[in-house]
């Protein structure tokens, strides 16, 4: 069975066409992926970061969905769109493979977690920031006329009250 735990990458050539090898549109649907840039100078890191950043756009792919990928670089996580951290340490814990034996629970979500690996495919990130602003722009127009709502019951109430 697949967990899903980080698949580290150490990129230590300096050839950019190895890059090209190392890159796919489904690198990141069974599990999250760790670029380790920090063995290249500080340049180089730049530039690999950059190449990394552009083969996904061109190629309409998501780096955050449905695993996340990281870099590992000396730079500042300004400098890129993806998920930037300056140690290995610093990964968030869920990912990380566990100690020990698996109970029965967590295998019976191994195997859902498999089957779903199975129907998911990459898709244009684009259309998904989209549809997911439209529907947060949505929800916060309901809240916001929720709130007016309240308000308006909170004065009714107090002015039925005063009567």
């Known amino acids: 069975m697949n967990l899903p735990i980080y698949q580290h990458i150490n990129i230590r050539s300096q050839v950019f066409e190895d890059l090209n090898s190392i890159l796919t549109a489904e690198m990141n649907i069974r599990h999250p992926v ?3 840039l ?5 340049d180089l890191q730049r530039e690999f970061i950059g ?3 552009n083969y996904f756009t061109t190629q309409n792919v998501s780096f955050t969905f449905p695993y996340p990928m990281y870099l590992v670089t000396d730079h500042d996580p300004s400098i890129s769109e993806m998920p930037v951290i300056n140690t290995v340490e610093e990964l968030p814990q ?7 034996k698996m109970n029965v629970k967590e295998t019976h979500l191994i195997a859902k977690n498999k089957l779903q690996q199975q129907e998911i495919r ?30 308006y019951r909170h004065l009714l109430d107090h002015l039925t009250k005063k009567k």
Request: zero cysteines.
């Open 34 to 36: 760790v670029f380790n």
């Open 94 to 100: 869920f990912y990380n493979q566990k100690e020990g």
């Open 51 to 53: 190449l990394i950043e």
């Open 122 to 151: 990459n898709s244009d990130p684009r259309t998904t920031d989209e549809s997911l602003e439209h529907y947060g722009h949505i929800h916060r127009k309901i809240f916001k006329l929720d709130q007016e709502r309240n308000f």
């Open 38 to 42: 920090r063995s290249l100078d500080i």
